[in-house]
Antibody
Framework: EVQLVESGGGLIQPGGSLRLSCAAS????????MNWVRQAPGKGLEWVSV???????SSADSVKGRFTISRDNSKNTLYLQMNSLRAEDTAVYYC???????????WGQGSLVTVSS | DIQMTQSPSSLSASVGDRVTITCRAS??????LAWYQQKPGKVPKLLIY???TLQSGVPARFRGSGSGTDFTLTISSLQPEDVATYYC?????????FGGGTKVEIK
């Protein structure tokens, strides 16, 4: 059974930094493309970042230069380093894995990040 | 970047009705289109990938169609458990943009 378990969310002041983790089991992070998707309260899904099996990464314009996606193959864990956080970054952050072209088959339960003073 | 536009943003239909949701890409994406269902308070769930392939375990009343720029998700006979918000997503290349969502309710 595949499990993706996010951690690291919480309350952070504007301008602060936070690192989210997504520990995978039953699924190899390095062999598949892994994504972060977020959902602001009462809003729709917003794609944030992807890291492909080959290591190439891409991020949404809204977080480019502030957020960095990475992985630790030895720990089978995905990360999202979030710097210069803003109120509009407040959301539930999901990690999601793709086993085919890019459709997101596996999702974590989500981690809430609240940016507020 | 390619924009994904879903319509309608919400709909209300009776049990047993046929429901159709559309998703339009601002440029062609071949068949790199997925549909997700998100029930209230739950994690999104993959319904359809490659525009028309049903994910294993998804009821056959869900059907996807389209290619290029215009795509459709059809629920052939709406059931109470289908109350949810539905999202399309392109995945031909980054950014992997989602549509704005369609909230489906029972009349």
């Amino acid at each position: 059974e595949v499990q993706l378990v996010e951690s690291g969310g919480g309350l952070i002041q504007p301008g602060g930094s936070l690192r989210l983790s997504c520990a995978a089991s039953g699924f190899t992070v390095s062999s598949n493309s892994m994504n972060w998707v977020r959902q602001a309260p009462g809003k729709g899904l917003e794609w944030v970042s992807v890291i492909y099996s080959g290591g190439w990464t891409s991020s949404a314009d809204s977080v480019k230069g502030r957020f960095t996606i990475s992985r630790d193959n030895s720990k089978n864990t995905l990360y999202l380093q979030m710097n210069s956080l803003r109120a509009e970054d407040t959301a539930v952050y999901y990690c999601a894995g793709a086993v085919r072209g890019g459709d997101l088959l596996y999702w974590g339960q989500g981690s809430l990040v609240t940016v507020s003073s | 970047d390619i924009q994904m536009t879903q319509s309608p943003s919400s709909l209300s239909a009776s049990v047993g009705d046929r429901v159709t949701i559309t998703c339009r890409a601002s440029r062609g994406i071949s068949n790199y289109l997925a549909w997700y269902q998100q029930k209230p308070g739950k994690v999104p769930k993959l319904l359809i990938y490659a525009a028309s392939t049903l994910q294993s375990g998804v009821p056959a009343r869900f059907r996807g169609s389209g290619s290029g720029t215009d795509f459709t998700l059809t629920i052939s006979s709406l059931q109470p458990e289908d109350v949810a918000t539905y999202y399309c997503q392109k995945y031909d290349s980054a950014p992997l943009t989602f549509g704005g969502g369609t909230k489906v309710e029972i009349k």
